[in-house]
């Protein structure tokens, strides 16, 4: 037996054999035609979808989150579209709803969606983009704010010149449940805007109705693969089918009871994902930072209309787990900038904003939150408050602040230390569920709102292969990477294999005034690497002792781009000085360029320590003075 197959049955065993087996069914069924068959191609029309009722004010948002909506706005009306949260691209009004407008290719309209390859030539995602309908609520809100017709006749132009181009089961555009979902949410969003959602247009339910049957036959899909694909199938059949029975005297009899199965399956996939994939102190299996924040966009989108339709609570421990995922996030959320760890897959993804503030700003999600689940704000005012404002939740609620202590999150594989001004994340080895970036014992460092050592993101899901080695490879991550190589070998585009366990992986020490974590891991040819942090009167240290490679190890570091200057073994900037001793003889002491990507198709510059020695067993003490 080769190694890399028997890798790949050791990963297969631990993604499950019921994922597996059910992920083997959905290709297996999309070869033979067996969707086609099930899931036929309708052609239908559309009427008007949204009628602007008489709303006769809009919520008090302040004049520069007005100004920041209305600019968008425009922008959506003269056929710019704004991509991954962050970039215009000029794709026409309507949008060409198959164009890649990065590399100017078009994915082919016809057929359909089970015979789509996710990863032709064109990158999918950005052919979803324009067909999420994120653009619905934007419009919509600017309506409210505005009272010009034009929003609204834009709104109802793209949905029709959307349905006539994307007959239903037909294209790319179908082709993912979760994709279906996010409009189905969106749709919604619209209709409470303009406050329609009681008495919408049969277009409106049709659309419901159609998505929710687009999602249904291909749930299991969804569930096997244990992210977010299945929390937003399982919430949006939820919420679709929720909706649909809010109208009850506008859909037959049949629709009804169809709108009730789908209610009733949602919610109960619904608590089964949240118990499964949120561990109990917060993580989320995706490893993730904004996939984590996708989670709990959906949950509050969730909550939001459970409210609406006065349905039954979730059961505690569902609560529970929603608290817990909130709590997570807010805790790795600057309080100042609002910014994250840019660390796991992070492909742009920011779902059913209603707010003004830039994408890498989680503290909107958070707040939104915090008053859903926990019935307190976590910030005073801000624009993050607008969520709020635009769902008519009172935001008068007491504010109560975070406590930010140093932590470990054991199920999900990260520590949280705080110094003054000042704290680090760092990620290790504890995989439940497919890990998507190969780095363990990775360093982020923040101080005052500022990311001194930073994760390299992701870039791009379809991408040369250097470039996607790159970004979720080891060399991305402030870690030691050994002989050239990733800390697991890679099985494919989303799967590495021979997932890492630590040797040792201790809790948080406080003496003295000093706070400190350790841990240490072996890889599949038992190199061996442990990592001591402590953070002790405003100095961060950081002990690395590697043994057991063969030819190198490099220890990187990857810096705040500024102007960084090398004197001996002191590299030092504006920002901080970082000082590397070791008792190794040293090959490389030099910055080299690497990569960042803090937005989906978007990769800039920026300089990375790399400390390189040969092999032996060695320590590498790295100390970082911040400054001011």
């Known amino acids: 037996m080769s190694y890399l197959f028997s890798v790949k049955l050791k990963t297969y065993w631990k993604l499950g054999l019921s994922s597996v087996a059910r992920v083997a069914f959905y290709r297996a069924a999309c070869i033979i035609g067996w969707y086609r068959q099930r899931m036929p191609i309708n052609y239908w029309g559309c009427g008007t979808v949204f009628y602007s009722s008489d709303l006769s004010s809009s919520p008090s948002i302040s004049f520069e989150s007005r100004a920041i909506l209305l600019e968008r706005a425009e922008a959506l009306l003269k056929g710019k579209l704004c991509y991954f949260s962050d970039g215009m691209k000029q794709v026409g009004s309507p949008p060409d709803w198959f164009l890649d407008p990065f590399s100017g290719q078009r994915l082919s309209p016809g057929g359909h969606w089970s015979k789509v390859n996710e990863f032709s030539a064109a990158d999918i995602k950005t052919v979803w983009e324009a067909s999420r309908f994120e653009w619905v609520p934007l419009l919509a809100r600017a309506w409210r704010v505005s009272g010009d017709s034009r929003y609204i006749d834009t709104l109802n132009q793209w949905l029709h010149d959307w349905v006539l181009r994307n007959p239903f089961n037909a294209g790319p555009n179908w082709k993912c449940g979760q994709e279906a979902s996010i409009r189905i949410i969106n749709l919604m969003l619209g209709s409470f805007l303009l406050d329609v959602q009681r008495n919408p247009s049969p277009a409106l339910v049709a659309l419901i109705e159609l998505h929710c049957s687009r999602i249904r036959p291909t749930i299991k899909y969804a569930v096997a693969q244990n992210n977010n694909h299945g929390t937003s199938e399982a919430a949006a059949l939820y919420l679709g089918g929720s909706w649909l029975l809010g109208v009850d005297p506008l859909i037959p009899v049949a629709l009804r009871r169809q709108a009730q199965q789908w209610r009733d399956l949602g919610r109960t996939l619904l608590e089964d994902r949240v118990l499964h994939l949120v561990a109990v102190d917060g993580s989320f299996s995706q490893y993730s930072v904004n996939y984590h924040r996708v989670l709990v ?176 490879g080891s060399r991305s991550h402030n870690t030691v990477q050994f002989d050239d190589r990733n800390q697991m070998p890679r099985l494919g585009r989303f799967l590495f294999g021979d997932w890492l366990s630590m040797s040792e992986c201790g809790g948080i020490e406080k003496y003295n005034g000093s706070v400190s974590w350790s841990g240490a891991y072996y890889d599949r040819q038992k190199a061996w690497h442990r990592r001591f942090v402590s953070i002790e009167n405003g100095i961060w240290k950081v002990i690395d002792t590697i043994n057991g490679f063969e030819k190198k190890a490099v220890l990187r570091w990857r810096l705040i781009p500024d102007e960084w200057q090398l004197n001996k073994t002191i590299c030092h900037s504006s920002h901080a000085q970082i000082s590397v001793v070791t008792d190794a003889p040293v090959n490389r002491f030099e910055l080299v360029t690497g990569w960042e990507s803090l937005h989906y198709l978007q990769k800039t510059e920026l300089p990375v320590l790399e400390v390189e020695v040969g092999p032996g067993r060695w320590t590498i003490e790295t100390d970082i003075i911040l400054k001011d």
């Open 297 to 472: 966009d959906t949950l509050c989108q969730v909550e939001v209309w459970r409210q609406e339709y006065g349905d039954k609570p979730f059961s505690r421990s569902y609560t529970e787990r929603c608290q817990a995922a909130v709590e997570w996030l807010a805790q790795v959320t600057d309080a100042d900038t609002g910014d994250a760890p840019n660390m796991g897959a992070n492909d742009g993804a920011r779902l059913y904003n209603l707010s003004s503030t830039p994408y890498r700003d989680f503290r909107a999600t958070v707040q939104l939150a915090s008053l859903l689940f926990n019935k307190y704000k976590v910030y005073a005012e801000g624009s993050w408050n607008e969520p709020l404002q635009w769902l008519g939740r009172n935001t008068n609620h007491d504010v109560v602040e975070l406590r930010r202590d140093s932590v470990v999150h054991k199920n999900g594989g990260d520590v949280l230390l705080h110094g003054v001004n000042s704290h680090a994340m760092i990620r290790f080895a504890h995989f439940q569920f497919r890990p998507s970036h190969a780095d363990c014992l990775h360093f982020d460092l923040w101080h005052k709102g500022r990311n001194i050592l930073r994760d390299g993101g992701t870039y791009s899901y379809n991408t040369d292969p250097q470039f996607l080695d790159y970004f979720s």
